[in-house]
C-alpha cells in the first residue's frame, strides 16, 4: 500500500487540531448564549427619572384652514353679465358692486309695470259705484305690487356684496349668461358655504380650523378643549379651542369621522386659506403628577411594572398603580418616588439566543456541507 506524501499528512493533522479548537470555542460560545438565553437578560437601552409634570393625552385629526365667515353673491335678476368690477383677491365692503347684468329686459317689464299702474288708478278715479271702485282698488294693488317686483328686478341687475371681506373666487364671465338666486341676492354663512355662487367672499382676518376626528375618537373631544394646530408646510404652531362639534358623522376614505371647528390663538404668518394642517386636540391631562416615560412601563390595566435601577447598578423589577396614560408619558400613582431611576428596557432576546456563527450561515469558512477551506462536501485541503 503507498504511502500519503509526508505534506498531506502534516495538512491532514492541522486540520485536525483546527477542528477540534474550533468546535469547542463553538460549543463554549453557544453555551454562553443558551445560559444567557435562559436567563433572560435584559439589556439597559438608557434610562430616565421619576419627575414630577403634566401628563397629557391628545386626539390627532387632519384639518383643513377656513374662513369663520364666507359669503356667496348670485345675481337676482338672470341675464347677459354686462361687467365684472372685482378680482380674485380684491377686498371689498358690503354694498359694494362686484357685477352686473344687461338691464335691457327688466326695465322694459318695469316700465309696462308702472304704465298698468297708471291704468288702474284712472279706473279707480272713474269708478261711481261701490263695486266699480272696490274692484278698482284691487287692481291698484295687483299693479303697484307689479311695479314692485318690477323694480326689483331691476336692482337685480347689479350685484352687491353681501359681506365684507376678500374675494375668493369669481364663477362668470363677461357676456356670458348668470342665473338668478330667486332670493336676495347674496347669503353671509358660517364656515364653508356649500353654495359656490357668482362670487365668494371670505373674512381671511378670521381663520379658523375644521379637522376630521375619527369616529373611536370622537366620544372624547368636546366643545371648549384646548390643543395645538401644525403647519407642515410653513413649519408654524398655534394653539386653538374647540369651538364645535358635529352632532352627525360624515365619511372620509369610508370611515366615519366627525368635522370639528377650532378657533386659532394666533394667525402665524403665511396662512393661507385652504392650508392643510396637523390638530392635537388635549383629552385629558394631569398636572403635577409623578411621571415617567410611556416606554419605561409595561402596562396592564391599572397596574404596570417598570424596572428601578439601584444606585449600585442593581435592577428590581417593581409593580406600580397607573394613572393617566399620555401620548409619551404615564402618570405613576404609587409605587415609585421622585427620583427614582428607571429603565427604558429592550428585552435582547435576539442576541441573548444567538449562536455563535462562521461566515456562511454557522458553517466554517469557505466550506460546503461543514467542510474546511477549500474543501469540497468535507475534505481536506486539495482533497475531494
Known sequence: MRKPPPSLLVNGGLALVLAAGAGGSYLLLRGDAATAEDAGTAQVASTATASTGTVTRTVAADGTVTAATTATAEFETSGTVTAIEVAVGDTVEKGQTLATVDDADAQRDLDLAEENLDAAEESLDRAETDAETEAAEDAVDEAEAAVADAEDAVDGTVLTAPAAGTVIAVNGTVGASAGSSGGTGGSAETADSSSSGFIQIAD???????????????????????????????????????????????????????????????????????????????????????????????????????????????????????????????????????????????????????????????????????????????????GS
Open 204 to 382: 381671511l382676518a378670521d381663520l379658523r380650523v375644521t379637522a376630521a376626528v375619527a369616529e373611536a375618537d370622537a366620544a372624547d373631544v368636546a366643545v371648549g378643549q384646548t390643543g395645538t394646530v401644525t403647519w407642515n408646510a410653513i413649519d408654524a404652531t398655534s394653539g386653538a379651542e374647540l369651538t364645535a362639534v358635529a352632532p352627525t358623522a360624515g365619511t372620509t376614505g369610508n370611515v366615519a369621522t366627525y368635522d370639528v371647528t377650532l378657533a386659532l390663538d394666533e394667525l402665524p404668518d403665511q396662512v393661507r386659506l385652504g392650508q392643510t394642517v396637523t390638530v392635537a386636540i388635549t383629552v385629558e391631562e394631569a398636572a403635577d403628577v409623578l411621571t415617567v416615560p410611556a416606554a419605561a412601563v409595561d402596562v396592564s390595566g391599572d397596574t404596570g411594572t417598570v424596572t428601578v435601577i439601584g444606585d449600585d447598578g442593581a435592577q428590581t423589577e417593581t409593580t406600580v398603580q397607573i394613572g393617566l396614560e399620555g401620548d409619551s408619558t404615564v402618570e405613576i400613582a404609587s409605587g415609585l418616588a421622585e427620583g427614582d431611576t428607571v429603565a427604558l428596557v429592550v428585552t435582547d432576546e435576539e442576541d441573548a439566543g444567538t449562536e455563535m456563527q462562521f461566515p456562511g450561515g454557522g458553517e466554517f469558512p469557505a466550506g460546503g456541507g461543514g467542510g474546511f477551506p477549500g474543501g469540497g462536501g468535507g475534505g481536506f485541503p486539495g
